[in-house]
């Protein structure tokens, strides 16, 4: 039996949704534990995994740059396009949060992030030109059903409407919902005067055929689905933080990684590429590199640019151990 070996990141065998049985048996791999002390990711930022039946050298880059600058780089089309878009809170960003005071104390007085925005590059964002860029960057229509790209947007509640009408304009005549659940709430200063939110909203956007889908479900020759092998993916999910030790805090908004992880799964493949036009910073394409998916992003601003490089990015470079995993 001919094998094909691959050398994976560290952080393949941490990941607990790849090494659940399901998702392992969905990707037909055996695993073997194998470490390499002497092995260094290539310096282009290129990790080897196996997909479409060979080997493929994923990627990760993210880009100082704004996304409508994306011809500058040549970057592959996308089979997902996953961004957390502004909300437009303008000053109100902080509001109901504790760091609207010093020492999140109001006898304190407030703090410097009163009246002020999260990040000062959101007035500068034009939904019209985010919808353009998906368009062009996302991949065509394909002819055979369960291939189709996608994009997610996190976005406002209230900035549904505006989303699914931009992105109609833009060819993306279809949407569903989807929410994440927390444990917690930032509306700290309201929880003695009314309920307070604890959820995050997104929309899933695709323009004819619904999108690739991955839930653990196997086919036959005939191409029906084998009985039990899939398990329903609900339009609600966990949101559970990152661990601190695991992935740096950079960005006011930032999405946990493991979060992303799982959203990348289900609508990818090992080996597709996903890009975040706004990455902040850059949870998205560490999630989607980490689990053996190519990845790029754009971010403006120069301090979460150099954050999210040197904290979010670079480390996955810095001596890590490999997994050899055998088909």
Known sequence: MTTTSTLLSRRYRMDRNFHSRPFQKQLGL???TWKGSGLRAKMENQNPVVAGGGMTMPKIKLYHDNFQNFK???IPKAQLVIADIPY???VNAYASNPMWYIDGDNKNGESKNAAQPFFHTDVDFRIAEYMHFCNRLLKKE???KGQAPAMIVFCAFDQDQMVIDYAKRYGFMHHYPIFFCKNYSAQV???NMKIVGATEHALVLYRDKLPKFRNGCQFDDAGKPVRGTGKMVFDWFSWECDSS???PK???TQKPVGVLKRLIEVFTDPGDVVIDPVAGSASTLR???EIGRSAYGFEVDKNFYALAQGKMISPLFENPEFEQLVL
């Open 245 to 247: 030790k695991e992935y």
């Open 250 to 252: 950079i960005h006011p």
């Open 142 to 144: 394909p002819k055979q």
């Open 30 to 32: 055996q695993e073997q």
């Open 72 to 74: 500058r780089y040549g």
């Open 287 to 289: 999630a989607a590199y």
């Open 88 to 90: 437009n809170l303008g």
């Open 189 to 191: 200063l309201k929880a």
